[in-house]
């Protein structure tokens, strides 16, 4: 069975302009959730999709955005790049979505995004 | 509010060896679950094992072990006789609101 596929593994930009990073979850799974992983911020959560909708999202501004097409894969987009936002970018997918269950989220690989 | 603290930022130990890391949790649901992730220096997390907040029974998988104390809030976990393979940065995670909150990480080196 494929894990979480993400697309492109490296991604480099420079300021004020804008990134699509691309996710495919596990088959089978609906909810796909998208994670920052930022040198000395940890892992903070970015999104939730589930059933195409986003379903929830974290402490981030309205310039990090994405949505889920019909076949579940997703895309995260970064507006306006600054220079904070180099991070490994990580997508995960779950079979339920996690704290209705105790279904745990797979990771992808990640895209790790940086901005000259 | 939902947190979760892993004090310990580094171990390094020598092959063979057992490690235990520690992760306290903060939360007000009654009905939560808590993970363990590993990130070896590739990158991808690899999910390990999984508690629901109301089933105490600690367990043993392979070298993996983990102990979870509702009393304490604390779900710590355990690798047995540690190989070098076993090198890797180690989260601990608790699910709420549908996402994960994760501990800052605790690295592992283990040494031939």
């Known amino acids: 069975e494929a894990g979480v596929t993400q697309s492109p593994t490296h991604l480099i930009k420079t300021r004020g302009q804008q990134a699509t990073l691309r996710c495919s979850p596990i088959?089978?799974?609906?909810?796909v959730y998208w994670y920052q992983q930022a040198l000395g911020l940890g892992l903070q959560f970015l999104l939730w999709?589930?059933?195409?909708?986003?379903?929830n999202r974290g402490n981030f501004p309205p310039r990090f955005s994405g949505r889920q097409f019909p076949n579940y894969s997703s895309e995260l987009n970064v507006n306006a790049l600054e220079l904070e936002d180099s991070a490994l970018y990580l997508c995960?997918?779950?079979?339920?979505?996690?704290?209705?269950?105790?279904?745990?989220?797979?990771f992808g690989d990640g895209t790790r995004l940086s901005i000259l | 509010a939902q947190k979760v603290t892993q004090a310990q930022t580094e171990i390094s130990v020598v092959e063979k060896e057992d490690v235990t890391l520690d992760c306290v949790y903060e939360t007000r649901d009654t009905t939560y679950y808590l993970f363990w992730y590993k990130q070896p220096p590739s990158g991808e997390l690899v999910f390990l094992i999984r508690r629901n907040s109301f089933d105490e029974q600690n367990e043993i998988s392979g070298r993996y072990s983990w102990n979870f104390q509702k009393s304490t809030s604390s779900f710590n976990f355990t690798i047995t006789a540690s190989q070098v393979v076993d090198s890797a940065v180690y989260f601990c995670?608790?699910?709420?609101?549908?996402?994960?909150?994760f501990g800052a990480g605790t690295t592992v080196t283990v040494r031939a």
């Open positions: 999709y589930d059933e195409g909708e986003e379903r």
């Open positions: 995960a997918s779950s079979l339920a979505p996690t704290g209705a269950s105790n279904q745990p989220q797979h």
């Open positions: 088959s089978g799974h609906t909810s």
């Open positions: 995670a608790l699910s709420n609101d549908y996402k994960l909150s």
